[in-house]
């Protein structure tokens, strides 16, 4: 876990049984009104909105609700690191005991991405707990699709399950509407927006990818983390997706997407995990 063409076959224009010399054949000129070579096709006419309204449905209707209220987060993180000692060793240790001196330590940064979406206007945003280092990061960036920059401030952490709170300074922007979990129905439109692989930081536009709802219900014990009650889909989700939104057809989200399984490869195979928003709502009201 972590964090069609196709051929076809044409038969030949000539079939059946063959012509004999004592057989009278009629030529028919291509320009006779009844003659299938004479009917050229003719483009449809059809109107530019006519054409753009067949290509709206529910998805693309969601994406434009939504997507403005997704952002992208960029997190630095200090961590601390010990040196190897050359003298841990149980030969020296019957000479110098416990007596030897601690091993040096040195802070390196680490920066990593993750996604998020603003819950009300005024600022508040959910992603994973795991993006925000799990509440140790000293620095965490939001960007916006309006292409801004924001210093966010960590509200809160769960570190179980794995959700944290930030805020920006900013008001009347897009929020998103959160669903019932609960309702969430295998087979149903499931829409992934976020930032994968820093692509938001480059265009200042998430990414949006598509399936459905794969199961609901899934349980997933670990030692430091409480993923119960999971939503499956297979809508991509790649690294730097943790923290973003799961919507339904009505731009509700369902889910926070959280983590995927890789079957021992390095991307997405199709299997996907979403945080059921019900459990995220007890956490953030």
Same mark, same amino acid.
């Given at each position: 876990?972590? *964090?069609?063409?196709?051929?076809?076959?044409?038969?030949?224009?000539?079939?059946?049984?063959?012509?004999?010399?004592?057989?009278?054949?009629?030529?028919?000129?291509?320009?006779?009104?009844?003659?299938?070579?004479?009917?050229?096709?003719?483009? =449809?006419?059809?109107?530019?909105?006519?054409?753009?309204?067949?290509?709206?449905?529910?998805?693309?209707?969601?994406?434009?609700?939504?997507?403005?209220? =997704?952002?992208?987060?960029?997190?630095?993180? %200090?961590?601390?690191?010990?040196?190897?000692?050359?003298?841990?060793?149980?030969?020296?240790?019957?000479?110098? !005991?416990?007596?030897?001196?601690?091993?040096?330590?040195?802070?390196?940064?680490?920066?990593?991405?993750?996604?998020?979406?603003?819950?009300?206007?005024?600022?508040?945003? =959910?992603?994973?707990?795991?993006?925000?280092?799990?509440?140790?990061?000293?620095?965490?960036?939001?960007?916006?699709?309006?292409?801004?920059?924001?210093?966010?401030?960590?509200?809160?952490?769960? %570190?179980?399950?794995?959700?944290?709170?930030?805020?920006?300074? =900013?008001?009347?922007?897009? *929020?998103?509407?959160?669903?019932?979990?609960?309702?969430? @129905? %295998? $087979?149903?439109?499931?829409?992934?927006?976020?930032?994968? *692989?820093?692509?938001?930081?480059?265009?200042?536009?998430?990414?949006?990818?598509?399936?459905?709802?794969?199961? @609901?219900?899934?349980?997933?014990?670990?030692?430091?983390?409480?993923?119960?009650?999971?939503?499956?889909?297979?809508?991509?989700?790649?690294?730097?997706?943790?923290?973003?939104?799961?919507?339904?057809?009505?731009?509700?989200?369902?889910?926070?997407?959280?983590?995927?399984?890789?079957?021992?490869?390095? !991307?997405?195979?199709?299997? $996907?995990?979403?945080?059921?928003?019900?459990?995220?709502?007890?956490? %953030?009201?």
């Amino acid at each position: 876990m972590l *964090f069609g063409g196709c051929s076809i076959n044409r038969k030949p224009a000539s079939g059946g049984a063959s012509q004999t010399p004592s057989q009278q054949t009629t030529t028919r000129s291509f320009t006779e009104p009844n003659s299938l070579y004479a009917q050229s096709a003719q483009p =449809v006419q059809t109107r530019g909105d006519e054409i753009s309204n067949s290509r709206r449905n529910a998805i693309t209707n969601a994406v434009a609700a939504a997507s403005p209220a =997704v952002v992208g987060i960029n997190v630095t993180e %200090v961590r601390e690191y010990q040196t190897a000692d050359p003298f841990r060793d149980p030969f020296f240790d019957q000479f110098f !005991g416990n007596r030897r001196r601690k091993s040096p330590t040195y802070r390196q940064e680490v920066k990593s991405l993750g996604s998020g979406f603003l819950i009300s206007a005024d600022g508040y945003i =959910v992603t994973n707990a795991h993006v925000v280092a799990n509440g140790n990061a000293t620095k965490v960036v939001v960007t916006t699709t309006d292409k801004k920059r924001y210093d966010a401030k960590l509200i809160g952490t769960d %570190v179980l399950m794995d959700i944290a709170l930030l805020k920006i300074d =900013v008001t009347s922007r897009v *929020f998103l509407r959160l669903g019932n979990s609960d309702d969430a @129905t %295998v $087979g149903e439109w499931a829409i992934a927006i976020g930032n994968p *692989f820093g692509l938001f930081e480059i265009n200042d536009k998430p990414t949006v990818t598509v399936g459905v709802v794969s199961a @609901t219900g899934l349980d997933f014990p670990s030692d430091d983390k409480s993923y119960k009650g999971m939503i499956q889909t297979d809508a991509a989700i790649n690294s730097g997706n943790s923290g973003g939104p799961l919507l339904n057809a009505n731009a509700e989200v369902m889910g926070v997407n959280t983590f995927i399984y890789t079957g021992g490869g390095q !991307g997405s195979i199709g299997i $996907g995990f979403a945080i059921p928003i019900n459990r995220v709502k007890k956490i %953030v009201d």
